[in-house]
């Protein structure tokens, strides 16, 4: 993307993780105060999620440090991106690892419960929590629960775009 | 995606392709039978897409040289794929060459037409059409046309899948 | 392509971007008041087009901010480029997933519908529309409409520059 | 890896795939019968888990039309891999979308709320679940739970390896 | 692409070699017999160009080796592409080094004498000649020479497809 | 990673690398004087591991000019990451060299004498060491201590997360 | 290549750009004035090519706003080199498309007329011209000429510097 | 390298695969009857280190399946070469992961204990051990021993080949 | 290059180091007997190099196993290759990486020593060679002597393509 | 490597290349009064190989201008590395296409002629040199001069590290 959008980008996302580190609150302590997920909070901060109005206040007075014009740049629709190097970060392999090599059994369970079709990573949640594993051993769960979006058959007579250019 | 199927796959697309030689139709004269996209229609013999049940019979008199083994193949979910040397193709390379072009452009007029999301590629429509230009020569037009998907606020309270985890 | 051209584009595009902001007119009002293409519009906006002269003096009504060192440096032939990261952005990535996927599907019907050629990506149009789906929600609709480009056969008496050459 | 390997794998893969079709049964019939998750018997039937001694009767008695020589073979340690173009699948470019678009925030909560260190993904399971959401729509949930493994610091008289080298 | 269309055209590459072969004529030589370019005459017989009716009956008695299904096939719009590794052999990648190192020149340069726009590599022929060179030595001329293409504005009056459209 | 992560890394790095400078000494003696290996002592001066609260001491003992600010820093949980071009050095080549062309045989030793699992590389030591080869010269001894993590089973029973989910 | 070389390389390019940009002459005027091609004209200034001495006064004569530590600077062999990036311009990519596309069909051309070499890149000339097709519409010709060198026998007794090293 | 070549490996570790499994042995126990490392067992097996003359009678009797062509095979010099996806065996992920997060700390470590230098991936030993942790759990220790190897400085009086050449 | 150049080439090679095998020779002895360097037997025996006529008898002599059929197809211009992985080969990286970090020296060396030009890899010879080093070890040495090509200035006059495309 | 590491060595390579053009002299000349080769030198002076303390004497005083610091710099051992686009320059490709094209013929006759085993790249000496061709015109000869390093067999007895580890 152009570069003024990603300088300007990082430029924010550092001053909002000095807001957060002035707060002295983690990801949890403002999910909670926010009612959002950890995860998202995270992305809010880090400019690849959008703050949507009725959720400024609550964010305001989570992080009172947050200066006005921080606020209404949170509230335009981010350009989404991450750093390729992101993949050598261990935890970051792990997932990316558990994803490629349990992908394939993941799509057909996918077909066989839901049909052919797809998990949208658009109307999706995502979280970390803490278990206690049958071991009594802390154990990472990490949550991605996303729309199911069957692939539409494409019918003519449904694709209002066609029709009209056909009159 | 494991050998057996990539195999399986171009098995099954040769042989659909030689049902298409056969019949002399074109995917536009199989598209006006069937009451598909012509897109659609070629990703059906092509495997990109899942042959639906109430579709089946209108495909199969289209195309009586469709064995019914063919057809009970067509109904299953696909393994979609592409083979990168597609982007060597001239026609292939110059749709890549407008989305990446354009694409920062499309982004931002749908920010500000729509808001926040994306434009879906599963519940999607696409064809291939033929006009004449305004110097009366041939056009090729190809239209996209997918469900507008806002990005999700992801708040807690809307996540069932860690509500009941809580619980 | 050479560092100065890259840098010079990227400072003209934030500035032409700040004229629009500005402005507080969005591509689509810019269009409208220009009779360009909304795509377009946002191309020129990032100098990935260049600006004719009988178009300048309605842009430059459309955004009075724009100084006359800027409409100059549009009216120059842009060096076209983009960021290799924009296939993360996941409006870009599913507008390239529907290429790939489709691509071979697209050229056949091409072929069937026009002969042996391509659609030129050169004498083209882009728009990006809101249209409301049969199920009553918008849908984006991506229009690409380029000039069918015969691949020529290559005839010795057609060549002029090698019959100049045999001479 | 050799050759040989992975030409066997696929042959084993192909044969497991049959087995399980001439069952009739989904991948979550055959984990309720084993009492797997559902992602851990279809990496079973891939070879991409191995199947443990104990096991093994209630796989047999679950898919009755498995031979002898298979069980044998799916209880050696596999070799571990995946197809490059498995990405291409919108399914799995989804889920690798998510975890490299929010990768830096999952690892942030986990270094907040456990400490320095990792999910693992070998000390790990899988499961893909159906859930309604608010709106009453499917939903696709896949959960990820590995043991937290925190980094060592590497003390001198702690590495036995060491220790026995100088003496 | 599709396997069975790389496998098949590999076939039929290897098949129309053999022609040649047999024929013992050289592409200059089956050039100057159908009236094409030389470089048009080796696409032709690699099945990178589609072979046109009026030139059929001049290739069949220039090589009447020629098979009638070959004929045919030739007759279909190929399926263009090439192996990666032919940037290794020396002759291309030398060509490959002058477009690159060249490439920035030689569009500014059609920029000053032409407009924006390009030279299409589909209305396009290709020579190869020998030249003695002021040294007396043997020279190879590789002309490129394509039709110019002017990007073209996207003004929304001239844009026939989006016209119809918001009728 | 966020460009100003990164950035910071590089800034502290380059101080911690300083102090080392101005303390004379290797990392063998701060390693003698920590009672870390001599490998960890480099990735700390290097953030690419956590100084333990119970190690501060001892580190600040042995580089009196470590200032409280740096000690902080190096205590928070590291972003790890390496420059790719790091596999151009001769050593590091050599290293990836080995660890390439023997990889397969190192998995198969591990099936064989510990089972289906792997090496850690988190619960993980590393040291460099000098060793007289039987011909008297100088060898480089390299150790790779990793605990052993054996692929789990995944029962459904033992899946903590999702028997909460499922209740 | 050193990071201080591209860093001069790029400086001076500028320098020369803005001597050309203040000249007022297109690269076709300047190839005019100092009798070199335009191609070549335009690689001088963008310190692909070496200024020759006899040439240095035409070009300052074509040129007088040419600084003397320019001429100088352009009289040094230059680093020749591109950015990748260049390949995303369609007007190169179409270059680059048509070379790989006829790439091996030149080769054979080549072998047939010449015999077993290549056509140099380095004893090359490269000019742009503009020729009327036969439809009257401007065509470019883009012009490449290489000394045809063929590939060596290697005799020993032919190879100078193995005799030197034998006796 | 020429295909040949990978098609016969192929074969030859195969047979070599079957060999190992008839008798039963580990790579362990071979490597007690023979005298050799583990590591170095399972490479003579993978065609991937040449079997010396003087060990060929050890490995006969411990492996007395072994053919008398398969030894004769073994004692060729063997084209070293590993499979690109061995990489996702997370065994070998980890293993790089060590050498590139650790490699600049070993390098490092290296030059002040040796010097300017290298630690040799040809004269060099690997083995992999199981030892019990100071927690009692199994660890694996990979262990790389190389020569140390100076860069030489490459003084003219030292360079034998160019004395020679300049006589 | 297309499929069945390369299955061809295979084959051939196949089949000329099985007859190097058959005569028991190696490259130096057969080098010794046509008059070729060893590199270059070499070449001839892997289809990298053409068989000249005047060779050909020398070659049948050295090598009388080799058939007719044979000859031929080493006297046709071959199409030069090599597989990717030849860079694992550890003999082969070293030489790839030599060039590489002394590749900007070697050609500041050539500039300064010769002007602005290359080494021809076309005019070229290229030997290994034994000696003993100044400590009485073997040394191998690789000599690469190539014809040195100027950078042509790229005159118009010069240019004889141009000049007969002007007339 | 770590980013502070680069920058610096591009600053000390800057200053070195001023303090080398102050000078006047080539690197022959430097290499004639430092009794080092030419490449050496030219390596030295770009911070990829470590001054010794018996040559810096001789480096200052055929270079006066050095001053201490650089000369210190200049003696540490170096962070060997190259940049990837090197491979564009016309010199540096042709070195490396003669490397891989040939590579696996070299690979052939170092095993014929010395045994299993490579030429070191450490223990190396390269040159570049003028010499005349038969045909009387210069001819650039590049020999790379390494130490012949066989391929360890690796027995248990000799690998001392593992010895130690034992007791």
């Known amino acids: 993307m152009e570069r003024g959008v990603k300088a300007l980008k990082a430029l924010v996302v550092g001053r909002l993780q000095q807001v957060k580190l002035q707060s002295g609150l983690s990801y949890n302590q403002i999910a909670e105060k926010t009612g959002l997920t950890n995860v998202y909070v ?16 609550r964010l305001r007075s989570a992080l009172p440090q947050l200066s006005e014009d921080l606020v209404e740049e949170m509230m335009k629709p981010p350009m989404r991106s991450y750093d390729h190097d992101l993949i050598q970060e261990p935890t970051v392999y792990r997932l990316n690892e558990a994803v490629m090599h349990f992908g394939e059994s993941i799509k057909e369970i996918i077909n066989e419960e839901f049909g052919d079709g797809i998990m949208s990573a658009i109307d999706f949640y995502c979280s970390v929590d803490k278990v206690k594993g049958v071991d009594g051993k802390d154990r990472v769960v990490v949550t991605f629960d996303g729309k199911y979006l069957p692939h539409t058959e494409q019918r003519s007579e449904d694709m209002v775009s066609r029709i009209s250019k056909e009159k």
Chains 1, 2, 3, 4, 5, 6, 7, 8, 9, 10 share one sequence.
Do not use: E, I
């Not at 809010?44 to 206040?57: F, G």
């Open 42 to 57: 995270a992305q809010l901060l880090r400019r690849q999620a959008q703050l949507k109005p009725h959720t400024a206040p």
